[in-house]
């Protein structure tokens, strides 16, 4: 099991700056991949940025150049740190865990979601 704990988000104006953290504890050495969602009212969750256990980084095409995702391997913490922040970035974030077992199954954990607001 994995647990996570999310913390940043909060109001900003539009061209602002926020940073995102989650913190992972738990069954923290098998994971594969860590990861931020965002979920808009009305959307479907969609898949803002990952960063893979080697360091190998996606972003979604909206957030190239604006964010950057990386991770604190001691202290099993991902981050986001977005910038240029737009009225359309607003939404529930959520932190994202992925964990191969021994046996090569997946499981996949969610942080409890922190709301990002970006005004205009």
């Known amino acids: 099991q994995v647990q996570l704990v999310e913390s940043g988000g909060g109001l900003v104006q539009a061209g602002g700056s926020l940073r995102l953290t989650c913190a992972a504890s738990g069954s923290t050495s098998s994971i594969d991949a860590m990861g931020w969602y965002r979920q808009a009212p009305g959307k479907q969750r969609e898949l803002v940025a990952s960063?893979?256990?080697?360091?190998?980084?996606n972003y979604a095409d909206s957030v190239k150049g604006r964010f950057t995702i990386s991770k604190d391997n001691a202290k099993n913490t991902v981050y986001l740190q977005m910038g240029s922040l737009k009225p359309e970035d607003t939404a529930v974030y959520f932190c994202?865990?992925?964990?191969?077992?021994?046996?090569?199954?997946?499981?996949?954990?969610w942080g409890q979601g922190t709301q990002v607001t970006v005004s205009s």
């Open positions: 994202n865990v992925i964990r191969i077992d021994y046996y090569g199954a997946r499981f996949d954990y």
């Open positions: 960063i893979a256990s080697a360091g190998r980084t």
